[in-house]
Antibody
Framework: QVQLQESGPGLVKPSETLSLTCTVSGVSITDYYWSWIRQPAGKGLEWIGRIYITGSTNYNPSLKSRVTMSVDTSKNQFSLKLSSVTAADTAVYYC??????????WGQGTLVTVSS | QSALTQPASVSGSPGQSITISCTGTSSDVGGYNYVSWYQQHPGKAPKLMIYDVSNRPSGVSNRFSGSKSGNTASLTISGLQAEDEADYYCSSYTSSPSRVFGGGTKLTVL
């Protein structure tokens, strides 16, 4: 059974870079696409982007200039970096397995607050 | 890309059926058969309920069904149960390639 767990700082200062890691267990990270999705408090879901083992990425056009994703097969992990953050980036960040056109397994989510 | 349009809230009594709509454009919902639906209980991660418009993942009750007509997709829940009370989100593949979600619908079981 696939399990995903997000980790990273819960507090990031404005203008700095948000960095999160998702550790995958129960399945090899090489077999699927992997996505990041976020949800501001009381609001809807927003897809950030996805990555494949080859390093191929697709990003949300609205965030593309600030997003970088990477994968570490030795640790069965993938990561998200979001630069130049503002208060608008405060949200619960989820990692999820991307089956191509849907997200069938999700991490529990991690709250990231942008504040000085 | 704009979010897909969902009603903010719907409600129904136990045993009844409800339908949640999800309206997009020909660049997303109408252009591809890749609409999915997610159920989210408070404080929990979303759960996939329907994928590729009308397919149910293993373990999801057959009370949940999905369909699409033109630029609008729909999620129908029959035989409403108290445990169905949650937020529901639709999502679609879009050209780019990218993904877009709906704004979410709060389902209340009366």
């Amino acid at each position: 059974q696939v399990q995903l767990q997000e980790s990273g700082p819960g507090l990031v200062k404005p203008s700095e870079t948000l960095s999160l890691t998702c550790t995958v267990s129960g399945v090899s990270i090489t077999d699927y696409y992997w996505s990041w999705i976020r949800q501001p408090a009381g609001k809807g879901l927003e897809w950030i982007g996805r990555i494949y083992i080859t390093g191929s990425t697709n990003y949300n056009p609205s965030l593309k200039s600030r997003v970088t994703m990477s994968v570490d097969t030795s640790k069965n992990q993938f990561s998200l970096k979001l630069s130049s953050v503002t208060a608008a980036d405060t949200a619960v960040y989820y990692c999820a397995r991307d089956r191509g056109y849907s997200f069938d397994s999700w991490g529990q989510g991690t709250l990231v607050t942008v504040s000085s | 890309q704009s979010a897909l349009t969902q009603p903010a809230s719907v409600s129904g009594s136990p045993g009844q059926s409800i339908t949640i709509s999800c309206t997009g454009t020909s660049s997303d919902v109408g252009g591809y058969n890749y609409v999915s639906w997610y159920q989210q209980h408070p404080g929990k991660a979303p759960k996939l309920m329907i994928y590729d418009v009308s397919n149910r993942p293993s373990g999801v009750s057959n009370r949940f069904s999905g369909s699409k007509s033109g630029n609008t997709a729909s999620l129908t829940i029959s035989g409403l149960q108290a445990e169905d009370e949650a937020d529901y989100y639709c999502s679609s593949y879009t050209s780019s390639p990218s993904r877009v979600f709906g704004g979410g619908t709060k389902l209340t079981v009366l």
